[in-house]
């Protein structure tokens, strides 16, 4: 268990990263750097420890712990029920749990912050229906994305600096939406909306990104083209992805947790969670 920092909630904490000599989680580390004003020394980017949500008597979450490390590329399985969508609602804020301990880094405790100081902090979190603004062109989206000052007077005096330029454009050459820049959205496949929406979140340059269900609904080329861009993703950032394809799961995946009934039932390789004989049974069958 990890010792409950007690310093006032702050968004860009000041610390000595060779202060401490670490702990047993530092091996989750992948030894990539995060973002300036995080404190992941040992490694973790993300903690939840014994974490549990009742909703009118019902649990959705029973003492759940999880820890994903800085640059991991992680996948969370398991069926309907099992607790995936409201573990990411505690993440990001949304819902809040009767108890336990959630960690954004070292000293973030995300218990204790809005969802927007969440967001702010460098969670980003992808929906399984795409949101974006489908009136708008695709380059529209993503400079309504960057991670500017989006107060009302400086919106109406913002123009795009040559540096925010080439950040767009950087964005949708990983999206491979160079072509459609002036297209609206609206006019997109689907799989090219969910493109653009993880562009979105990438113009915030988060550290964490959680993706619900990514390829449902899209081809097999898109859903090919979206293991690539997951894989190039991770070590820059660190992915918590939800997801039932299994075959996309073993693309993609560092580590597989299984959740069921709100708890943690599994954690390995895919292999390994394939081979458990609980996970066969209450998920994946025979």
């Given at each position: 268990?990890?010792?409950?920092?007690?310093?006032?909630?702050?968004?860009?904490?000041?610390?000595?990263?060779?202060?401490?000599?670490?702990?047993?989680r530092?091996?989750?580390?992948?030894?990539?750097?995060?973002?300036?004003?995080?404190?992941?020394?040992?490694?973790?980017?993300?903690?939840?420890?014994?974490?549990?949500?009742?909703?009118?008597?019902f649990k959705?979450?029973?003492?759940?712990?999880?820890?994903?490390?800085?640059?991991?590329?992680?996948?969370?399985?398991g069926?309907?029920?099992?607790?995936?969508?409201?573990?990411?609602?505690?993440?990001?804020?949304?819902?809040?749990?009767?108890?336990?301990?959630?960690?954004?880094g070292?000293?973030?405790?995300?218990?204790?912050?809005?969802?927007?100081?969440?967001?702010?902090?460098?969670?980003?979190?992808k929906?399984?229906?795409?949101?974006?603004?489908?009136?708008?062109?695709?380059?529209?989206?993503?400079?309504?994305?960057?991670?500017?000052?989006k107060s009302?007077?400086?919106?109406?005096?913002?123009k795009?600096?040559?540096?925010?330029?080439?950040?767009?454009?950087?964005?949708?050459?990983?999206?491979?939406?160079?072509?459609?820049?002036?297209?609206?959205?609206?006019?997109?496949?689907?799989?090219?909306?969910?493109?653009?929406?993880?562009?979105?979140?990438?113009?915030?340059?988060?550290q964490?990104?959680?993706?619900d269900?990514?390829?449902?609904?899209?081809?097999?080329?898109?859903?090919?083209?979206?293991?690539?861009?997951?894989?190039?993703?991770?070590?820059?950032?660190?992915?918590?992805?939800?997801?039932?394809?299994?075959?996309?799961?073993?693309?993609?995946?560092?580590?597989?947790?299984?959740?069921?009934?709100?708890?943690?039932?599994?954690?390995?390789?895919?292999?390994?969670?394939?081979a458990?004989?609980?996970?066969i049974?209450?998920?994946l069958g025979?």
């Amino acid at each position: 268990m990890r010792a409950t920092p007690v310093p006032e909630f702050m968004l860009e904490p000041a610390y000595d990263p060779n202060s401490d000599a670490g702990t047993s989680r530092d091996s989750l580390g992948l030894g990539r750097a995060a973002g300036a004003g995080l404190d992941v020394r040992h490694g973790t980017i993300l903690t939840l420890e014994d974490i549990n949500v009742s909703f009118d008597g019902f649990k959705a979450l029973t003492n759940l712990s999880l820890y994903i490390g800085v640059g991991e590329l992680r996948c969370i399985i398991g069926p309907n029920g099992a607790g995936k969508t409201t573990m990411m609602d505690v993440i990001t804020g949304k819902t809040r749990p009767d108890n336990g301990k959630a960690y954004f880094g070292e000293t973030l405790d995300l218990t204790r912050m809005s969802e927007v100081q969440i967001a702010q902090s460098g969670i980003g979190r992808k929906f399984q229906k795409p949101t974006v603004f489908e009136a708008l062109s695709v380059f529209e989206n993503l400079e309504l994305a960057l991670k500017t000052d989006k107060s009302v007077w400086a919106s109406l005096r913002a123009k795009l600096s040559g540096e925010q330029r080439d950040r767009i454009d950087e964005v949708l050459s990983t999206i491979k939406l160079e072509s459609s820049r002036h297209r609206t959205a609206g006019l997109l496949s689907h799989g090219q909306k969910q493109f653009l929406e993880i562009g979105m979140l990438l113009m915030q340059d988060p550290q964490l990104l959680l993706l619900d269900e990514p390829v449902a609904g899209m081809t097999d080329a898109e859903t090919e083209f979206t293991a690539e861009l997951f894989k190039s993703l991770a070590r820059k950032h660190s992915l918590m992805v939800v997801e039932h394809d299994m075959g996309f799961v073993g693309s993609i995946a560092d580590h597989v947790t299984v959740l069921h009934q709100g708890s943690v039932l599994a954690e390995g390789s895919l292999a390994d969670v394939q081979a458990d004989e609980r996970v066969i049974e209450v998920y994946l069958g025979r």
